[in-house]
């Protein structure tokens, strides 16, 4: 990214402007070199790269330019994007508000899609938006929405490229951490927000870092320039500037911003040497992300050959030791998977209980609603107990269930919870092997192995099917013909409220069942794939740890192949 690009354009229309730039798939080079990657992978063994090239595959079939911002909350995101289209549509706040992803791109026509966990999708009207994105009118996004998607005519002179707000980092919502953290593999063109009020943590300096795997298109927007006096401003830009030099390699760009009237010349600046550059220059924007993305991959695997080519150079015996040291034998690799399987477990064993100890604070509120309503329902007696009874059980399986549903829906974040702890902390097991392993290679082989691991996928589950149990006690209907319902209306009523409570408690326990069932179904597919990528990384090394000498041929010229696609695809 070269700051300082100039596009003359008007900013907030399409007069003058030449037709948007159609972005094209891979490049003819960049898809050759992914197809080499992909073969010499698949040669050596190497499937400790499969999530990588999956993930280079998929930017490599996107056709548009996603500039993502990214950021603490309160750091001004929604406020710069707002400010860019000219438009309020996206919540504000003093607390964290922006709960899931929100894609903002030009359009012929107005529109705004909301597109929910189940794949359901409903087009609601733009300003309807906050609705859906906001963390005070959508908390902890429990209406389950994916996606928000706008198109709006406004942004012509923005077309070619998407912008997309994420989530606030940092905050005391861990789940808005998580969606902008799993947004990061589809980011074309970084934005990073950062406010003056502290200008610069280790937490965004950590960001930039994750970022640059899959992007060298990193800027900095420093926000709420105006907080300053106008003579603080080059001494604290000067600081973001040496504290960024720490962590990366060469300048980034860095924008400071307002949106309050006065500064229009800094948005006149980014438009100028960042936004409209990357419009004029989407379909090469890309290219060159892909081109990084694809330097990352052929230097991930060229430290695998490596590691290959050292231990090829060495007799069978040595082979053997070196592969003991590194992998740490069969017994460690069964300590760690076991380890993976105790963390799951200990999780799932412990949700109902969890669960169980949520629904317990509300039992108490639904028995008195349901006691109320049911005083309302029967005030009049019916004509005999069987009908009493027939109408009662009627009435009763409907309104518990539908109290289940809205606890169901209510608590689904807590419910959810467990899974996420689990894939944090089997990512987090699952990288410090990593780390273990390449150290071990380094001592012994005097080869670095990058060893950055791709999230664990966390999926969504959903919601169990809300199923009411047996109600009403039908021995009750036996005397329906015996006893007149004026007689034994006061016992009567006194077994529908008995029954009522009975059938609250009976409920909420058969809900922390059916959200167990599905809580235990989610960790036990991430223990699975935690070990699936356990086996295919220590596999990884201890195949090329076992190579012998007759392969070294074949390794040097597979070297040889990936420095000539480093040059000709990425250089």
Known sequence: MTPGLSVPAPVDGSAGMPPAPQSSNAPDAARLALQAASEICRNHRIAALDDFLESCRAFAREEVLNVAVFGRFKAGKSSFLNHLIGRPLLPVGAVPVTAVVTEMEYGLRELAEVTFQDGHVETVSPESIGGF?????????????????????????????????????????????????????????????????????????????????????????????????????????????????????????????????????????????????????????????????????????????????????????????????????????????????????????????????????????????LLAALEEQFRSPAGSLSAAAQRFEEWLAGAVGREMAVLSNRHREEFVEPIRSVGRQLSQALQDFRNRLSERALAALGVTLRTSEMELPFREPASPDVRIGKIFDRNWELLSFLLPMGLIRGVVQQHFRRRTADAVFTNLSRLATQWDNVVNGSIAALEKEAIRRLDRFAATIDTLVASAAPEAQRIRADLQRIEELRRSSCG
């Open 133 to 369: 994105i906001s963390e005070t009118e959508n908390p902890e996004n429990c209406r389950r929405v994916s996606r928000v998607r706008l198109e709006l005519p406004s942004m012509a002179s923005y077309r070619g490229i998407r912008f997309v707000d994420t989530p606030g980092l940092e905050s005391v919502l861990e789940h808005n951490t998580e969606t902008s953290l799993d947004w990061l593999p589809n980011a074309g063109l970084a934005i990073v927000a950062v406010g003056v009020d502290p200008p610069l943590s280790r937490h965004d300096l950590d960001l930039i870092r994750r970022l640059g795997r899959y992007t060298p298109n990193i800027s900095l927007l420093l926000t709420k320039i105006d907080l300053l006096e106008e003579s603080d401003r080059p001494r604290v830009e000067d600081f973001v500037r040496s504290q960024l030099a720490r962590c990366w390699d060469g300048p980034l760009p860095l924008f400071p911003y307002s949106t309050l009237p006065g500064f229009e010349i800094l948005r006149e600046r980014i438009d100028r040497e960042l936004l409209l550059g990357a419009r004029a220059e989407a379909g090469d924007r890309r290219a060159a992300i892909l081109r990084h993305r694809i330097g990352s991959l052929l230097g991930e695997c060229s430290g695998f050959l490596t590691l290959a080519l050292k231990a090829a150079e060495r007799d069978e015996a040595e082979r053997k030791e070196l592969r003991e040291n590194i992998t740490g034998g069969k017994q460690h690799l069964n300590d760690t998977r076991h380890a993976l399987r105790l963390n799951a477990r200990h999780a799932a064993s412990t949700a109902r209980a969890a669960f169980e100890e949520i629904l317990r604070n509300d039992e108490s509120p639904v028995r008195a609603r």
